[in-house]
């Protein structure tokens, strides 16, 4: 073997004292400086020796040559001059090229560190993200929307002001555009602080000072179809950390709402994380919306009010020390722009709570009470020693409803997602209900066999079947004749590219669909849903209901995080049995030709329900059918085609 070459092992020794860093790299540039003076005071001094009156004169006389092109028309002698000239280029080149290269990437790369998000933040009592997915945007949208529910959230943990951290994978300029693109953020994006890292390391969970946070919200991670890591995985993990990092340091756990996709994991979800926490099943909660949908046509417009960000009603939940001592009719009669929904009332043993919805009017609302009211605005919540006090209203219980015919309902299924196991189960949950579900997709059936088999869901309780067809192909979509089904469900599809690649999928299905449904006399009733909340407006006018997965979902996540007993208030809801939202025809109720709502709220509640408003057959100006919690003197001219929107229990 040859023996290595000196040169060779310069140039090594050299190169792994630059890999080092700005410092090393300085360093090693600082050698070279020194050598270049030492041989260049040197050559000056040998055959000049008078004129300098020691070596560190001469080395010196170099240095400033070297790095001072000014001194070069000093010197007299042609060698002096020649050496002299040799220091100023080896100057030009050592000194000002080399150190200001080194000096300029280092503060590029301190500059981009800074930028992605690197440096701890130093908070307390903040809000943070963990995780960077579609509904993002959304969600701090929310947060900063709920201003007067924020400003209750600020009060209970002594701060003043909301700051959020959002942790993202790759945290920079394109983060920051999307969020000053959501509305409800705009100009609110730089308040928004980033930073870089994945929530299943401990130092990124460090960076966002999760300990110090007043609550973390973990949204779902989407994975890819092939992926084998589940994103509900990554959430446990997350919260694995967290509770590593608080044992670690002996510090109290901070307030988590965590969103999991298979609600089969709340078990591991309870066991990894003992501290305070709230678990949203994303894929559950939109199921239970879609089978809701179907169940009672119409129903996303309430979804769409009362569970996304923008104008209208919102469903609020106030402590009982707000109300103390009074009945649940005195209080009504106190909240003339909000109506009062129910009671969470403490379970005797002291853990979780007790759902009493629609509450009795003579209940008496006592201080460890949680009051659940629908309202605009969180003011209206609250007690106005200015309003006008509105007569009390004695709610009737409930009359028992007519058995109820076991009729079948046809639903057609268009697309695949990871939701539609969840989705099958939750049809099947509805044992007083027959279903026909037809699931259409190009995915080949045993794959999805396989993926209803891993879930636990049954086809044979809803009638199922797997059908192979692709609903973007006009011959297949006829052949399974769209029109003779009770539902038809379009899903967006998680197994392509991007969001905005499925959803433009999904509406161009839908405009296929409608051009099929043309053509015959019958019409099932449409629900699309969508992925992406950009897309929210470019079907407006269309005929089909639509559910917007991830708007949804921000908005639970975020009111959770403000107010965590409103995760109970929205699975009783929206679940099979209990109290439900649902849709009455005016004749069904002795109601007078000409009502205002505080008639129609009488009448209502002699039946032992709760009138929350009501659905017009005709669209207003603005395209909307749903006018919640109206004013009570506002006269409402009921047609035969437009349909109360009552809170009932239903058992």
């Given at each position: 073997m040859l023996p290595f070459r000196i040169v060779d092992r310069i140039k090594f020794v050299v190169e792994r004292q630059l890999v080092k860093g700005a410092g090393f790299q300085l360093l090693v540039v600082g050698l070279f400086i020194a050598l270049i003076s030492l041989i260049g005071g040197l050559l000056v001094i040998l055959p000049h020796a008078g004129k300098f009156e020691s070596v560190s004169d001469a080395i010196?006389?170099?240095?400033?040559?070297?790095?001072?092109?000014?001194?070069?028309?000093?010197?007299?002698?042609?060698?002096?001059?020649?050496?002299?000239?040799?220091?100023?280029?080896?100057?030009?080149?050592?000194?000002?090229?080399?150190?200001?290269?080194?000096?300029?990437?280092?503060?590029?790369?301190?500059?981009?560190?800074?930028?992605?998000?690197?440096?701890?933040v130093t908070l307390k009592n903040h809000i943070v993200v963990l995780g960077w997915t579609a509904q993002t945007p959304p969600l701090v949208a929310e947060l900063f929307g709920?201003?007067?529910?924020?400003?209750?959230?600020?009060?209970?943990?002594?701060?003043?002001?909301?700051?959020?951290?959002?942790l993202a994978d790759e945290a920079g300029a394109t983060q920051l555009h999307e969020l000053a693109s959501e509305p409800g953020i705009r100009r609110r994006a730089r308040e928004v602080i980033l930073r870089s890292g994945s929530a299943l390391q401990p130092e990124a969970l460090h960076r966002v000072a999760c300990l110090e946070a007043a609550a973390v919200i973990v949204p779902s991670q989407v994975q890819g179809a092939d992926s084998l890591v589940p994103a509900d995985v990554e959430t446990v993990k997350a919260l694995l950390s967290i509770a590593a990092e608080a044992r670690h340091l002996s510090s109290a756990l901070p307030f988590v709402v965590a969103e999991i996709q298979d609600m089969r994991k709340l078990a591991v979800i309870e066991r990894a994380y003992p501290g305070p926490v709230e678990v949203v099943a994303g894929d559950?909660?939109?199921?239970?919306?879609?089978?809701?949908?179907?169940?009672?046509?119409?129903?996303?417009?309430?979804?769409n009010e009362l569970l996304t960000a923008g104008t209208g009603n919102e469903i609020f939940v106030r402590g009982g020390e707000t109300a103390e001592g009074q009945t649940v009719a005195g209080l009504a009669a106190r909240r003339?722009?909000?109506?009062?929904?129910?009671?969470?009332?403490?379970?005797?043993?002291?853990?979780?709570?007790?759902?009493?919805?629609p509450a009795r009017t003579d209940a008496v609302i006592r201080p460890e009470d949680r009051v659940v009211l629908l309202a605009r605005d969180y003011e209206d919540t609250g007690p106005d020693p200015k309003a006008a006090l509105l007569p009390e209203i004695e709610r009737q219980a409930p009359r028992p409803s007519a058995p109820r015919e076991r009729a079948s309902q046809r639903v057609l299924v268009?697309?695949?997602?990871?939701?539609?196991?969840?989705?099958?189960?939750?049809?099947?949950?509805?044992?007083?209900?027959?279903?026909?579900?037809?699931?259409?997709?190009?995915?080949?059936?045993?794959?999805?066999?396989?993926?209803?088999?891993?879930?636990?869901?049954?086809?044979?309780?809803?009638?199922?079947?797997?059908?192979?067809?692709?609903?973007?192909?006009?011959?297949?979509?006829?052949?399974?004749?769209?029109?003779?089904y009770d539902t038809v469900l379009l899903l967006s599809s998680?197994?392509?590219?991007?969001?905005?690649?499925?959803?433009?999928?999904?509406?161009?299905?839908?405009?296929q669909l409608e051009e099929i449904l043309r053509e015959g006399n019958a019409r099932p009733n449409v629900i699309m849903e969508l992925s992406d909340p950009d897309n929210r407006h470019l079907l407006y006018g269309h005929q089909s209901e639509m559910l917007i997965s991830p708007m949804i979902l921000s908005h639970v996540l975020a009111q959770v995080a403000l107010r965590r007993e409103l995760r109970l208030v929205l699975d009783e809801l929206f679940t099979q049995g209990g109290a439900e939202i649902q849709f009455r025809d005016p004749a069904d109720y002795p109601l007078p030709a000409s009502a205002d709502f505080r008639v129609v709220e009488k009448t209502v509640a002699a039946e032992g329900e709760v009138a929350l408003g009501v659905f017009r057959a005709k669209a207003n100006e603005q395209g909307r059918h749903l006018q919640l919690n109206p004013p009570r003197n506002l006269y409402l001219e009921l047609t035969a085609s437009d349909r109360l929107v009552v809170l009932c229990h239903t058992g």
């Open positions: 010196w006389w170099a240095f400033l040559r070297l790095t001072d092109p000014g001194y070069l028309g000093d010197d007299v002698g042609t060698w002096q001059r020649v050496v002299s000239t040799l220091l100023t280029i080896s100057g030009y080149v050592v000194f000002m090229g080399t150190l200001v290269a080194i000096l300029t990437r280092w503060l590029i790369a301190k500059m981009e560190d800074l930028e992605r998000g690197l440096t701890p709920s201003s007067a529910r924020m400003a209750r959230f600020l009060e209970k943990h002594d701060t003043q002001k909301l700051r959020l951290v959002v559950a909660t939109i199921s239970r919306l879609m089978v809701q949908n179907v169940l009672h046509p119409n129903l996303s417009e309430v979804y003339p722009d909000a109506i009062v929904l129910g009671l969470l009332r403490p379970e005797a043993s002291g853990q979780g709570w007790r759902m009493d919805m268009l697309g695949w997602n990871r939701r539609v196991p969840s989705l099958v189960t939750e049809f099947a949950s509805y044992t007083d209900r027959e279903f026909s579900l037809d699931l259409v997709s190009v995915i080949p059936m045993e794959e999805r066999q396989r993926e209803l088999d891993r879930y636990g869901s049954d086809l044979a309780r809803v009638n199922g079947r797997l059908l192979d067809a692709d609903y973007m192909v006009e011959e297949d979509l006829k052949r399974l004749e769209p029109a003779g998680d197994r392509i590219g991007s969001d905005e690649e499925a959803d433009a999928r999904a509406m161009v299905g839908y405009l």
